[in-house]
């Protein structure tokens, strides 16, 4: 089958193929269907919401030798050493 032109529908013509994994991306960009429902089918991955640290609890994540960096009139300084693990 000649090609007449640049306008010919791809799904009708099978000289004109974009390939077996061509409708999802068009599927997931074109919005014509919503992400829950893609997500559902299994065809995109919806991540977890993350938990949100105070920032206590960020400063108490660093590592101890650090913590004589951190001024004190700033609040949340860690005051204890954290547990070693033993072993």
Known sequence: ?????LLNNPVSDPGLSFGPN????????????????????GKIYMGKP????????????LRPNYWQFLREDNGDVP?????????
């Not at 089958?1 to 032109?5: A, E, F, I």
């Not at 409708?23 to 829950?36: D, R």
């Not at 005051?79 to 072993?87: K, R």
Request: hydrophobic share 40%; net charge negative; glycine share 8%.
């Open 1 to 5: 089958m000649p090609h007449t032109g």
């Open 22 to 41: 061509f409708t999802w991306p068009l599927v997931m960009f074109s919005g014509s269907l919503s992400e829950s429902v893609l997500a559902k089918r």
């Open 50 to 61: 993350i938990e949100i640290k105070t920032r206590g609890e960020l400063l108490a994540s």
């Open 79 to 87: 005051t204890e050493e954290p547990l070693q693990a033993t072993g």
